[in-house]
T-cell receptor, first 113, second 117 residues
Framework: KQEVTQIPAALSVPEGENLVLNCSFT??????LQWFRQDPGKGLTSLLL?????REQTSGRLNASLDKSSGRSTLYIAASQPGDSATYLC????????????FGKGTRLHILP | NAGVTQTPKFQVLKTGQSMTLQCAQD?????MYWYRQDPGMGLRLIYY???????DKGEVPNGYNVSRLNKREFSLRLESAAPSQTSVYFC????????????????FGPGTRLTVL
């Protein structure tokens, strides 16, 4: 059964720093992986989607990488800003009929002004 | 372009009452999803609909029923609410690769905060 883990659960960094958020999964037979952002009391906003055949995707200051063989994805945020403060979640989708969509529990990021 | 909308935003029920959560999307997506989000448990898939007229169970379907009324609308019904169903419920939609795990970019609604007393 697929398990998705995000460590650490919470992270505080000073404004302007570059940072990396981690997502690990136990079954490498994934279809794709998606990173989301969730603000308090709000829904999820899609940030980046990586297909299983891709190694990375970029959008503005965000870069997501995927290493299926090691069961890891990272979300790199460059030049962090207070507005980046939110919870970041990853979700993986499986290849097979019985596979579902599995979310990690998220990393709560706080950017210190 | 409203994206994914959900009603109501908040609801308080007593144990045993029933209610239906409504979801609609205007992006012409084939696939729609219902999730619940609980502290310490993360987001879990309740039900999934790959296309109009089809529905499939997710991780935690017990105590829920769904209806894919048409391509735009996907409702979630609690027939006899229990305190364990206190949660935040999210609807999402996406273009689809067919199987539930083969999703494309998912778009989420703002959520319904449900309390069952």
């Amino acid at each position: 059964k697929q398990e998705v883990t995000q460590i650490p659960a919470a992270l505080s960094v000073p404004e302007g720093e570059n940072l990396v958020l981690n997502c690990s999964f136990t079954d490498s037979a994934i279809y794709n992986l998606q990173w989301f952002r969730q603000d308090p009391g709000k829904g999820l906003t899609s940030l980046l989607l990586i297909q299983s055949s891709q190694r990375e995707q970029t959008s503005g200051r965000l870069n997501a990488s995927l290493d299926k063989s090691s069961g890891r994805s990272t979300l790199y945020i460059a030049a962090s800003q207070p507005g980046d403060s939110a919870t970041y979640l990853c979700a993986v989708g499986g290849m097979n009929r019985d596979d579902k969509i599995i979310f990690g529990k998220g990393t709560r990021l706080h950017i210190l002004p | 372009n409203a994206g994914v909308t959900q009603t109501p935003k908040f609801q308080v029920l007593k144990t045993g009452q029933s209610m239906t959560l409504q979801c609609a999307q205007d992006m012409n997506h084939n696939s729609m999803y219902w999730y619940r989000q609980d502290p310490g448990m993360g987001l879990r898939l309740i039900y999934y609909s790959a296309s109009e007229g089809t529905t499939d169970k997710g991780e935690v379907p017990n105590g829920y029923n769904v209806s894919r009324l048409n391509k735009r609308e996907f409702s979630l019904r609690l027939e006899s609410a229990a305190p364990s169903q206190t949660s935040v419920y999210f609807c999402a939609s996406a273009t689809s690769g067919g199987l539930v795990g083969r999703f494309h970019t998912q778009y989420f609604g703002p959520g319904t905060r449900l309390t069952v007393l």
